[in-house]
């Protein structure tokens, strides 16, 4: 008889999503994710079948984290816009602060992944697709209720600007000054024009 689990799953993931994020796939050892997530090997192996199902995991768990961020952003009460540019300087300073190299997990594995990974890829698109149909449905909205002009399609729109929140990581390495990164952002959210 099998024994049961004696660990919390989302603990475990959560825990593996930031040593991930932080130091990336190839960076992060088996070693390092017996140390992060207190977890045997054996455990891994038998809960996860290993580094990359556990990687696996903690990319599903970051997505959902990343989608209820942006959505809590954009359904704010600062507007679409508002909410955009909170969401952007919380990222700013996020790579700001050291502790990531990367606005998020999914954002480093697109950095990081060859296109010859095609379980990661799949993820990646499924994911990306879920932020821009839910950034499209709220510049539908916003437009509609004629809070913004917009001049192209709103999913156009919705991938700009959630590629150029991706593209921060690139912006960060090239510099680290916060005020290049705001204006970085601010061009961006330019694309949308206010009623």
Request: glycine letters at 8%.
């Amino acid at each position: 008889m099998a024994r049961p689990r004696e660990f919390d799953h989302d603990q475990v993931v959560s825990a593996a999503a930031e040593l991930f994020l932080h130091s990336g796939y190839e960076g992060t050892s088996m070693r390092d994710l017996i140390a992060r997530t207190g977890l045997s090997s054996s455990s891994i192996y038998a809960a996860f079948g290993g580094k990359r199902g556990l990687y696996l995991a903690a990319l599903k768990h970051a997505a959902t984290d990343e989608r209820t961020q942006v959505a809590a952003a954009i359904e704010g009460p600062g507007g679409v816009v508002g909410g955009l540019r909170v969401l952007y300087a919380h990222l700013i300073d996020r790579l700001l602060s050291g502790a990531d190299k990367s606005i998020s997990l999914s954002a480093r594995a697109a950095l990081e992944t060859s296109e010859d990974d095609p379980d990661v890829m799949a993820h990646l698109k499924v994911h990306v697709d879920d932020l821009v149909g839910l950034l499209s449905t709220r510049l539908s909205e916003a437009q509609a209720g004629g809070e913004l002009r917009l001049r192209q399609e709103p999913r156009d729109l919705a991938l700009f600007l959630l590629l150029s929140a991706f593209n921060l990581t690139y912006a960060y390495k090239l510099t680290q000054d916060k005020d290049s990164l705001t204006a970085f952002g601010e061009a961006a959210l330019s694309a949308l024009q206010s009623a």
